[in-house]
């Protein structure tokens, strides 16, 4: 969208007694910018639980300096936050970093939403170049009641996002936000496209 007023309707489909569903439309001068699906519920507080993984072993927050914000080439979002390179994996599969909101504030899930597509793309680290990665469709699953108990405003959250396919210009990035407990607070997956310049 432009920068500009939007239409924003959000439409309630189907209310259950643990979950309900609803959509939301957002358009400028009515075309359709964003469309988003939800599904809404109290996380409960006991049941099945497993884990096969555990959070990635990354550079220490005291060891890595924070992403320049107003460098050459950083998008103006990323501003926004505070952010500090902390993992290199897997032939440039696999990349990510200690991630805070710029002015600290309870992580809550619209924030650890936008934190799932704050980190550069790991089509960058593929490509070994910046490239035009647009959004085609990213799910976010918030697997923790948030913020959690001992987490502070101020702290960081670890973010790992990797690949393993892109065909036809069109790749995937799963994304993890980890508490820094250790605690898997939030999975997104995404399908973006490489847009080459010229294309």
Not at 85 to 106: F, K, M, Q, S
Not at 177 to 190: D, I, K
């Given at each position: 969208?432009?920068?500009?007023?939007?239409?924003?309707?959000?439409?309630?489909?189907?209310?259950?007694?643990?979950?309900?569903?609803?959509t939301?439309?957002?358009?400028?001068?009515?075309?359709?910018?964003?469309?988003?699906?939800?599904?809404l519920?109290?996380?409960?507080?006991?049941?099945?639980?497993?884990?096969?993984?555990?959070?990635?072993?990354?550079t220490?927050?005291?060891d890595?300096?924070?992403?320049?914000?107003?460098?050459?080439?950083?998008p103006?979002?990323?501003?926004?936050?505070?952010?500090?390179?902390?993992?290199?994996?897997?032939?440039?599969?696999?990349?990510?970093?200690?991630?805070?909101?710029?002015?600290?504030?309870?992580?809550?899930?619209?924030?650890?939403?936008?934190?799932?597509?704050?980190?550069?793309?790991?089509?960058?680290a593929?490509?070994?170049?910046?490239?035009?990665?647009?959004?085609?469709?990213?799910?976010?699953?918030?697997?923790?009641?948030?913020?959690?108990?001992?987490?502070?405003?101020?702290?960081?959250?670890?973010?790992?996002?990797?690949?393993?396919?892109?065909?036809?210009?069109?790749?995937?990035?799963?994304?993890?936000?980890?508490?820094?407990?250790?605690?898997?607070?939030?999975?997104s997956?995404?399908?973006?496209?490489?847009?080459?310049?010229?294309?």
């Amino acid at each position: 969208p432009a920068v500009g007023p939007l239409d924003v309707a959000a439409v309630l489909e189907r209310e259950g007694r643990s979950y309900t569903a609803a959509t939301l439309r957002i358009e400028q001068e009515g075309r359709p910018m964003a469309l988003g699906l939800a599904t809404l519920g109290a996380l409960p507080d006991a049941g099945a639980a497993w884990s096969r993984g555990a959070p990635p072993v990354a550079t220490a927050l005291d060891d890595v300096e924070p992403l320049a914000p107003h460098a050459t080439g950083v998008p103006a979002f990323m501003r926004n936050y505070d952010m500090r390179p902390a993992l290199h994996e897997d032939d440039g599969h696999v990349t990510g970093a200690w991630i805070r909101a710029r002015e600290p504030r309870p992580l809550d899930a619209p924030l650890a939403a936008a934190m799932t597509d704050a980190w550069a793309p790991v089509a960058f680290a593929v490509l070994g170049r910046p490239v035009a990665a647009p959004t085609l469709d990213l799910t976010v699953h918030v697997r923790r009641p948030l913020p959690p108990e001992a987490m502070r405003p101020e702290d960081f959250v670890l973010g790992r996002f990797s690949s393993r396919h892109a065909v036809g210009g069109v790749w995937e990035e799963d994304g993890e936000l980890w508490s820094p407990a250790g605690e898997l607070l939030v999975q997104s997956r995404q399908l973006a496209l490489v847009r080459e310049p010229g294309a």
